[in-house]
Every structure is written in C-alpha cells, then in structure tokens.
C-alpha cells in the first residue's frame, strides 16, 4: 500500500476515535476503552478489505464481519455511519429513547449489522457457522469476527475453534482484541488465556500476531489471508484497551465509566476534539 | 417417533436443498440413509450442544434451514442462551428437535430426561413448540416445522412409540385434536403420555365416566379454542403430562382458563416441582411418578369428585 493510503487509514482512525468518544459522552454511558481498542483494525477492515458497502447489504456473496465482542458496538456505529449504512444523524440517538443505536448492536435495527452480539461467545460459533454455509454453497464470501481476549474464557470460543478447524474453514479469519485486560482487571490477574497463539495453534489455526493499533501491519495480514490453505486464520492483535486516552489506557475501572468535566476537557485534548457536540 | 422425523427430513431435504441435518454425536444407526444420500448436508458437532446450535444460526443466516438434533435435555438446557440470543432474538430459522422428552430414557436418570423444555421453550420469543404425540403426527409436525419461517422446537420421544392415528390423519397446525368425545371431563394430553392417557380413557369408560381426550400438539400457539369449550362442555379439565407441571401444558391450559374467566374443577397431572423418581423400565417409571393409566384415572376421579 502506498503512503498515501496507509495516511488516509490513519487519518480515518483518528477520527473514528474522536467519533467514537463524542457519541458515548453524548450518550451518557458506553464501553469507552474496549471500543477505542479495536478502531485500527475495524478502519482496516472496512475501508480496505472486507467487500461490503452500504449498496451490498444482504447480497449473499458479500463478506461478512461480525463483532462478537458486542459491547465494542460504538466502534462500528462510528464506522457504519462514516460509510453511510444508514444516516450520520443518527449517532447523536444513541443509548436515548427511541434510537436504533443500543448498548449492544441489534442486526434487525441497524443496517450493516450482521449479527445482534452482547453475550460473548455468541458471535465467533455464528460466523463459523456463515463460513459453513459458504462452504457449503462454493461461494467466494470471507467471514471476519471480532472478538475479545476475555471472551477467550467462555467455552464455545474453544467449540468453535475445534470445529471451524475439522471443517478446513478457511473463509474464517477471527480476531483477537488482545489488549489484556477484561472488565475489573488485567486476565492475567484473573483467569489467564496465556500463551494465546500457542492455543489457536494447537486447536488447528494458522496464527499471525500484529500490533493491533499499527494500520500497515493490520492490513498486510488481512491482505496475506487466508495464512494456510484449509486452515482458518487466526489474527492476534495486540493492543491498549483505552488507546488515545492517556488516563484510560490500560486501567480496568475505565470499562464502563464516564469521565467527569475535567477528564472530558483531558481526553479532548488528547484525541484532538475541539467540540464535544457531534457533526451530522 | 424418531424413525418418522428422520423420515420427514430424509424427504424434505430430498426436495429442497437448504434443509441439513446436524447432530451433536446422537443418532448413529437411524441417520445412515440420510448420511448416505446427503453427506455434505450431515454435520455432527460432536459433543458441544451450544456450539451446534450457534453455528445453526449462522448457517441459517446465509439461507440455509439447519435441524439440529439432540437429546431434548442437552439441546434445550446446555444451548438455551444460545437458542434465545442466537436463534430466537436474530429470528433465524433453526429448527430444534429434542429427542427423549419426559423420562422416556427412563434408566439413564434426570440428567437425559428432559421434564422442563416446555416451560423454558414456550416463553421465548417468536417459537413455535410442537410435542407429538406418535410416529404419524412426528412425521407431519416435521414438515410443517420446515414449512414455518423462523424457530420450532420439537419435542420427540423415542423409538418404538405406539401409532394414535389412522393414516388418514390430517395435521393442522395449532389446533387441538379430539381422540375420544365424552361429557364428563376433558383430558388434555401431549407427547409420548397420550397412549397411557388413551388406557386411563378406556378404564374410565369401564366404570361408566366418559371422558373426552384432546391431544394438544402444538404446545405454542396453543388451541385457546379447543380448551374453553372442553372445559365448558364438562365437569372438570384434566391436563396430563410426561413434564413438569409448572410452566408446559398443564400451565399454558390454566392461564387459557384464568384468563377467560372460566370455572372449573381443574387438575394438572405431571411432575409437581420434581425430578423423575426411579430406575427401570419407562413403563417403572411412569409408575413410579404417578403418570400411569391408573394414576391418571384415580386423579381424574378425585378431581370429578370434588366438591
């Protein structure tokens, strides 16, 4: 990719991130950190590899992304709307009565979404599922799904990897948000998914580990899949839960918090934010 | 019962080429036909009840209509957030087929009966919840289940069920079926427990109470219709169930009648709030929790005999 282009990813990452945290203070409530984690790679993913745009929603040949890490949803709202899926005005309805716009995404309400997430776990079995059914029809569509680290304790995440291997799904390429840390502290701390590549490995992945927040190293991985032929593609991306926001990064009690006026005034600086109110 | 779904599925997915069969490492011998004639359209899951029904949605997702089947117990306890969050709430069309409802695996203990799938699947969200009663209407319910958009669970017995109907039998979908017409008490019945209900009717019939018995197959919607006027028409309404009776028909039976206002002398016979007592034969263990034929006419008696 040229220079030009990987600028263009990481000026829209910027301001993914801006748009990101003006839509939870305006809100009032929201997973700040967990959804500033994965901006780089969701940049890399929709403006450079996946093949959907809001023109191919429920072409059967389109890719599929889903976010199985539901709670990271204002990512993709910000993401969704910058591509025009459905009206930018509606970011300043989120987490408010009557918004399509939730806590967790709804696929039924808000165009793009490929699948409703929030329990964990859910997600990653579904979209083996989707690169099943591809399988199956010889269909050229990938599935790429999103999900946390913490997500890794749940036990279908492990169903799932045995059987997405045994069924040479090598349209499924998963993601790991690996940026340690779950909702009151580090994994490590609580229950350790260590050594993470070594896992995937063992239940039949070919794993790449990348610096999840670096938009070349993200997109040459995208842009190598699948790693093996017959194999799923397991992306490791390591990465800073909180990223942009000095006081966030890496601090578990910033899960699902709001900051005060003052930390506002902090992280707007930081993130280059001169107005709060949100552009439509 | 089992033999005649997978019949039904066998001719189904024979004519429409979405329809697959998965399986959580249950079925060896009965889905060899199947697995011959369709190999790519038979997936085992092995033993991960919740991942087969995850990835059931996300093949339903890209237009495929998956069946998964398993013991009932597994299948709608081990993947219920599954079935709620995955399939109900995206409304995808997963159909789900429990086999060895109530304590029909009599011998192998509570942990494969399944007395409480009706209580958990009825509540959710756009599902459709069939319980037949034989191999016939087994075979019907499977290919309205195909003809339906969106979540159905059927609940099956095992093999060897005896037949209830002629083979002229019409199926129609939510309506309660009258096996035997009488006056003096309304019997509902579903599943597997309808042949001892058929005996417990003939024994009463013997001392000269002429009950009617309707079996009601589909659990949800349930024949709102077929209740008020059995229980309108007769001195009492029995409900007969291999289940729990909080939360499954004896439930769905009695929030009809509250909610009609209709009074009436009312007994739901079933598991009141307990596991399957017991080992043995199904016949022991019906015995041995008050769902005999002799059970259900004792309490049908009692009932009528209220003041």
């Not at chain 1, 190598?224 to 909180?242: D, E, R, V, Y």
Request: aromatic share 8%.
């Amino acid at each position: 990719m040229s220079e030009t282009a990987i600028d263009f990813l990481i000026d829209k990452a910027e301001a993914i991130r801006r748009s990101i945290f003006k839509i939870i203070c305006d809100g009032g409530g929201g997973h700040i950190p967990a959804s500033l984690s994965i901006v780089e790679i969701l940049v890399a993913l929709y403006y450079k590899y996946l093949n959907i745009t809001s023109k191919t929603i429920g072409d059967p040949d389109r890719d599929r992304f889903i976010l199985s890490k539901g709670h990271s949803c204002v990512s993709l709202y910000a993401v969704l709307a910058d591509l025009a899926f459905f009206d930018k005005s509606a970011l300043s309805t989120f987490g408010k009565s009557g918004t399509i716009l939730g806590g967790h995404p709804d696929m039924h309400k808000i165009p793009g979404v490929e699948a409703s997430t929030g329990a964990l776990g859910h997600g990653f079995p579904f979209g083996a599922g989707a690169a099943l059914a591809g399988k199956l029809d010889s269909k050229n569509y990938r599935v790429v799904v999103l999900m946390g680290d913490g997500e890794c304790q749940e036990g279908t995440v492990w169903e799932a990897a045995m059987f997405a291997a045994q069924h040479k799904l090598d349209n499924l390429c998963a993601i790991i948000d690996y940026n340690q840390f779950q909702a009151m502290d580090t994994l490590q701390s609580i229950v350790s998914v260590s050594p993470l590549a070594d896992k995937w490995q063992a239940f039949g992945w070919h794993v790449r580990e990348v610096d999840g927040h670096n938009i070349w190293q993200l997109t040459e991985a995208l842009a190598a899949l699948p790693f093996q032929q017959g194999l799923p593609s397991m992306i490791i991306a390591n990465t800073i839960k909180g990223k942009g926001v000095s006081f966030m990064e890496n601090s578990a009690i910033w899960h699902y918090r709001m900051p005060t006026e003052a930390e506002m005034r902090v992280a707007c600086e930081e993130l280059k934010i001169e107005e709060l109110k949100i552009e439509e | 019962m089992r033999n005649a779904y997978i019949d039904a599925l066998y001719e189904l997915a024979g004519s429409d080429e979405r329809i697959l069969a998965l399986v959580a490492d249950n079925g060896a011998i009965v889905y060899d036909k199947f697995r011959a004639a369709y190999p790519a359209r038979f997936i085992n899951f092995g033993i991960a009840e919740a991942n087969m029904v995850s990835v059931a949605a996300g093949l339903a997702s890209c237009g495929k209509v998956p069946f998964a089947y398993t013991i009932a117990s597994f299948l709608t306890m081990r993947a219920f957030e599954q079935i709620r969050n995955d399939v109900c709430m995206q409304r995808m069309n997963v159909k789900l087929v429990g086999i060895g409802s109530g304590f029909v695996y009599s011998n192998l203990g509570p942990t494969h009966h399944a007395t409480i799938d009706m209580s958990i699947m009825r509540p959710l969200p756009g599902m459709t919840v069939f319980s037949p009663c034989g191999p016939l209407e087994s075979k019907k319910i499977t290919k309205e289940a195909a003809r339906i958009d969106g979540p159905v669970y059927i609940r099956l017995s095992v093999g060897g069920s005896p037949e209830i109907y002629e083979s002229d039998y019409e199926f129609e979908m939510g309506r309660g079926v009258t096996l035997r017409d009488g006056g003096d008490a309304a019997i509902f019945t579903t599943g597997s427990i309808t042949a001892e209900v058929m005996k417990a009717h003939a024994e009463l019939q013997a001392r000269g109470i002429h009950a009617r018995v309707i079996n009601i197959h589909t659990i949800k919607p349930i024949d709102e219709e077929i209740i008020i006027e059995g229980a309108e028409n007769t001195g009492a309404v029995i409900t007969v169930e291999e289940h729990s009776i909080i939360g499954g028909l004896g439930s769905a039976v009695a929030e009809v009648l509250a909610e009609h206002g209709i009074r009436t002398k009312f007994k739901r016979i079933g598991l009141n709030g307990v596991f399957a007592e017991g080992y043995g034969t199904y016949d022991d263990v019906k015995a041995l929790n008050g769902l005999s034929a002799g059970d259900i006419v004792r309490e049908t008696v009692g009932c009528l005999n209220r003041k």
